[in-house]
């Protein structure tokens, strides 16, 4: 048997982290087992389905790395799947049409509500007689289908993360709605019908979704039953939670991926956090892996079944070290996009090898890539914004003089490196005998508008590359 898995996010909004981590388990699983990894759209509800959701879904999927094998599909594409399906219910008898009007389903849910009962529909249509349909129609009103549900059933499947679950069909609302009819016959499926024919049309194997589905999966099962077929796996994975131990919503902010591709995540760091939200490799000491070094390892006896807490410090610590270990050239690409919405400009001897040295500077302070930009705004301006701490140390004696020793050294020497600056503070430091930190301090701070940074002598090479090391210096003494 070849595993087949799908991710099948509806387009109602952006690519949420939670469909992520779905998606990525799913992944993980597919790619464990030598199986396939399928994209469907599941885009029925026109009210709220949007082509920009979509392609944001899409984008997101690709941005984390979890390539499909076979999609995307779109279920709008599959109405007439869905309506030979109900018409065989119906002509099976296992589906009726249910003139309910909505105002009797409100009566009949207040009248439940006063004797403490569970909402439920009665199933009062389900037993119609043809003059008894034939009367409701004429009175114009509209049909939904139901698909009749045994309240004596016991449903029963073995979760794989889960373990053995039970339901009595009694706890299942009643007949259920599987699709809306439109004037012409059958209109707009409902998710549980459409997901179900998909499944089985697309050959799933394995189910795996969040624990949020897990009241749908007995309808889901019986559905299965009344088309002959046998239910797929079904594996519930933990939602995520925020600190506060509930369902991360949109109160808690950040929840889609593009967002957090907007703030700044490498995709590699924020695909191994997901793979951790809810799982973790045998060795649990193991915290930075790539999908493929993931999936080698993957199993759902490891998934846990208990909501997985969203955990700010540790994506970006995980980002961080994803950051850190990355190859220069790849960090400049990602960084380009960050300083080019700061409007900074590569002009004036800012070129590809400047930008290489610049991010061999910051690269080890890095936690998130827009953490780039106020690094770098020292190098991107002209002038300076001095931090009182600097002006403090510029105004202090013997700062002045010191600059200026250093300013003449300068305009001896045609051509500046390490080792020539490194003696040039050396030569200053001896002539005006003064101390090393006096000019230390004081070469930083005029150069760099702060008392503390990244490493003062790369700082200075790389200002005096753009030429601005000079015009520097002689601002600070002649302004302070
Ligand atoms: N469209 C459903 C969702 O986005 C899919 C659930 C499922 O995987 O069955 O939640």
Redesign the pocket.
């Known amino acids: 048997m070849t595993v087949r898995v ?5 387009p109602t909004g952006n690519l949420h982290i939670g ?1 992520a981590r ?1 998606a990525v388990f799913n992944w993980l699983f597919a790619r464990h087992q030598g199986g396939k990894f399928i994209l469907r759209i ?1 885009d029925t509800d026109k009210e709220r389905s949007r082509p920009e959701y979509t392609e944001n879904i899409l984008q997101g999927l690709s941005w984390l790395g979890l390539n499909w094998d076979e999609g995307p599909f779109f279920q709008t594409k599959r109405l007439e799947l869905y309506s030979e399906a109900v018409q065989t219910l119906l002509n099976q008898g296992l589906a009726y049409r249910c003139y309910t009007t909505s105002e009797e389903l409100e009566a009949m849910r207040e009248a439940q509500k006063a004797k403490n009962e569970a909402p439920r529909y009665d199933n009062r249509h389900r037993n119609l007689t043809e003059a008894q349909a034939a009367n409701y129609k004429a009175e114009g009103r509209s049909c939904v289908i139901r698909f009749k549900i045994d309240d004596d059933r016991e449903i029963v499947w073995d979760d794989l993360v889960r373990g053995k679950m039970s339901w009595r069909g009694s706890d299942l609302g009643g007949d259920m709605v599987i699709a809306r009819a439109s004037a012409e016959g059958i209109g707009q499926p409902l ?1 549980n019908f459409a ?1 179900v024919l998909d ?1 089985m049309d697309m050959q799933i194997t394995h ?4 624990e ?2 897990i009241s ?1 999966t007995p309808k889901q099962i019986l559905l299965y039953e009344a088309f002959g077929a046998k239910p797929p796996e079904f594996a519930h994975t933990p939602l995520i939670l925020n600190i506060d131990g509930r369902k991360l919503s949109k109160r808690d902010g950040v929840t889609s991926i593009s967002e957090f591709q907007q703030m700044g995540f490498a995709p590699e760091a924020l695909v191994n956090y997901m793979t951790l939200l809810g799982w973790s490799p045998p060795d649990s000491t193991q915290e930075i892996f790539t999908l493929e070094e993931a999936a080698k390892q993957f199993s759902f006896e490891r998934v846990n079944k208990a909501g997985a807490k969203f955990d700010w410090a540790k994506l970006d610590w995980l980002n961080s070290q994803y950051l850190h270990e990355m190859p220069v050239d790849k960090l400049i690409d990602l960084l380009i996009p960050e300083w080019e919405k700061a409007e900074y400009q590569f002009t004036g001897g800012r070129d590809r090898h400047w930008l290489e040295h610049l991010v061999v500077l910051i690269q080890p302070s890095l936690t998130r890539l827009v953490d780039a930009v106020g690094m770098s705004q020292l190098f991107f301006t002209e002038t300076v914004e001095y931090s009182d701490e600097a002006i403090a140390q510029l105004k202090q004696e013997g700062s002045a003089t010191v600059l200026k020793g250093m300013i003449s050294a300068l305009e001896k020497t045609p051509q500046l490196s390490e080792s020539i600056a490194q003696d040039m503070i050396k030569q200053v430091v001896k002539e005006q005998n003064v101390k090393k930190g006096l000019l230390m301090r004081s070469l930083r701070a005029a150069l760099t508008g702060d008392l503390h940074g990244p490493d003062l002598i790369q700082s200075w090479l790389l200002l005096n590359q753009i030429g601005l090391d000079k015009s520097r210096l002689t601002k600070a003494i002649g302004d302070w």
């Open positions: 799908r991710i099948a996010p509806s469909t779905t599941e998710y997901v499944d189910v795996i979704r969040g949020d589905h749908n």
